[in-house]
């Protein structure tokens, strides 16, 4: 069988995309040959791979599967692509909400549908460290500011966190922040991908919360503007949010989600 396949990326986080609305493509339980088509030297390449489904009262439906094969938690750059995704199979305009792991989500798209913005969900639980925060923005995250990444190992480093005692058994990605003049610099360590991704969504998320957190007079600045400005290696994102007593809430993610191509791969059984 031959499966029809899209390729989308977000600021350098990059997504095998395939319409499932029949349910006959890949089923949560093909782990095997989800990672095989994550795999950048055996199958297309991707940080994880999405389906697009009907859901009865939310129109779409996002099922999201890290590198792994695994069913993962909320990737907040997928579902920008996600939406980019929907959008250009003509299934919605310039806004529209779908369900994720979750709950549901809004989500705006400009007219040439490569500017997407998504709202995450509240952020409310939030625990503290000296300079390390750890939160949950759809996926559990643990942020920790440097001086500059450029000496930090992301992989070592983010990996060393990700397997330690406290988090080896659910994982939890590892998120580095150098605070700039322009907002913040981000670099990721993913737990399911197991790797430094050139971006990460909800990882940026919650580095902007953080960032809140550790500098509130300089990142209430760049939200009066519109956002804390992020550079991810993979490109430039946003996050704007509103915050009271200590929630935050109406939280926005916002970058590029760009199609890159498009093919047919044939189903291999194992």
């Known amino acids: 069988m031959e499966i029809p396949f899209y390729k989308y990326q977000g600021a350098g986080n990059d997504f095998v995309m395939i319409d499932n609305r029949s349910k006959q493509q890949i089923t949560k339980q093909d782990t095997d040959w989800i990672n095989r088509l994550c795999d950048r030297r055996f199958g297309i390449g991707g940080d994880g791979l999405i389906l697009l489904e009907e859901h009865p009262t939310y129109g779409l439906e996002m099922v999201y599967f890290n590198a792994d094969g695994k069913e993962g938690s909320m990737c907040g750059n997928g579902g920008r692509c996600f939406v980019a995704f929907a959008n250009q199979l003509g299934l919605i305009s310039e806004e529209c909400t779908f369900l994720a792991v979750d709950g549901p989500h809004e989500a705006k798209i400009n007219k040439e549908g490569n500017w997407v913005e998504l709202k995450m969900i509240d952020v409310e639980e939030i625990q503290q460290h000296s300079d390390q925060y750890i939160m949950d923005t759809g996926s559990p995250h643990y942020v920790t500011f440097v001086p500059t990444l450029e000496q930090v190992d992301i992989f070592q480093e983010g990996r060393a966190i990700r397997y330690s005692d406290a988090y080896q058994k659910e994982?939890?990605?590892?998120?580095?922040?150098?605070?700039?003049?322009?907002g913040i610099s981000v670099a990721t360590y993913e737990r399911g991908v197991e790797e430094?991704?050139?971006?990460?969504?909800?990882g940026v998320t919650a580095a902007a919360i953080a960032y809140f957190i550790k500098n509130p007079t300089q990142a209430f600045l760049h939200l009066?503007?519109?956002?804390?400005p992020i550079k991810a290696k993979g490109g430039d994102l946003k996050v704007r949010f509103e915050v009271a007593k200590n929630q935050y809430k109406n939280i926005w993610l916002c970058g590029p989600a760009e199609f890159v191509f498009e093919g047919k791969i044939k189903r291999v059984h194992q």
């Open 224 to 228: 009066r503007k519109g956002g804390i």
């Open 196 to 202: 430094e991704t050139l971006a990460c969504g909800t």
């Open 171 to 182: 994982g939890i990605n590892v998120n580095f922040v150098e605070p700039t003049e322009e």
